[in-house]
Structure formats: C-alpha cells, structure tokens
C-alpha cells in the first residue's frame, strides 16, 4: 500500500501519516503540492514534524511531488487501485470498500488538505471514494486521524483476503 498526501499543510498532521504509515506497513508517502516534507528545500531538518514522525520518516520512503493528478494518472497505469478519502456525493462508508487480491496488493491512499479536501479532478481519477460516517455534529475527522481509521481497515482487510 501506499499513500499520496495533497497540499497537507500541517507539519504535525504529516509526521503524524509518518509514524500510521510505518505501523501499518506503507511502502511509500508521496508528498504532494505544499505537503511538507521532512528535509525542507534547504537540505534542513524540519523539526516539527521530525518531533511527531519519530524517525518514522527513516522507515517509510518519501517523495515529494508537485502534481498529484500526474502522479494518480502515472499509479493507475502501474494497476494501482485509488482510494480518494473525501465527503463527496459519490463517497462510499469506508468499510464497505470491497477489493480483489490484485487490488488489494497495489493500493494507494489518497488524503486531501485540511481545509479544502481533494479537488474533482482528483476525485474523477479514483476507483472509489471513501468516507467515514460521522455521528455528531462535526462533518469531519483530522486529516491524520481519518487517514489511522482508513489505513488500518484496508491493511486488516490485505490480511483477510
């Protein structure tokens, strides 16, 4: 599995992807749009983050990538099956996600920005769009949070299959 992260801008929400990724056995995080990254463009640390990731940054690979709808498209050839999370008029719970064995080897996550999710165009490119049924009166979880919910279930599910 791996995981595409789209203009996420919080540095704790990133290092906190870092260490899910690692727990769950993600082969890779491309950081995409104005994701930060755990070494700036400066070659320096970035010590925020480097404060939540806990040196899960040196166990998970990491690139960083300006499109990610380039990205998604190059994936897909490579027979990735998308996972867009998003609140969408096409999104399906999440635990309905239903997988062959191909599907579930060469999966990629894919987790929007804080503040404005992921773009249509984006959305077009999944295979499925997933959400996470909310029973209070917030509409939406963290970003990092959603991503540990969404994460486990298709890893658990890899295992099931």
Known sequence: MITILHNVRSQHNVG???????AVGVEKLYLCGITPAPIDKYGRPNTKMLKVSLGAENSVGWESV????HLVDRLKKQGYFIV??????????????KRT???????????????????PAILKRADIIAQI??????????????YGIIAYHLQIRNFMI
């Open 16 to 22: 906190s992807i870092f260490r899910t990724s690692d």
């Open 133 to 146: 049924p909310m029973c209070g009166t917030k509409e939406s979880l963290n970003v990092s949070v959603a």
């Open 66 to 69: 300006k499109s990610t709808t």
């Open 84 to 97: 867009a999370v998003e609140l969408a008029p096409r999104a399906v719970p999440y635990f309905v996600i």
């Open 101 to 119: 064995k191909k599907q579930a080897e060469k999966t990629a996550i894919i987790m929007g920005g804080e503040v404005k999710g992921l773009s």
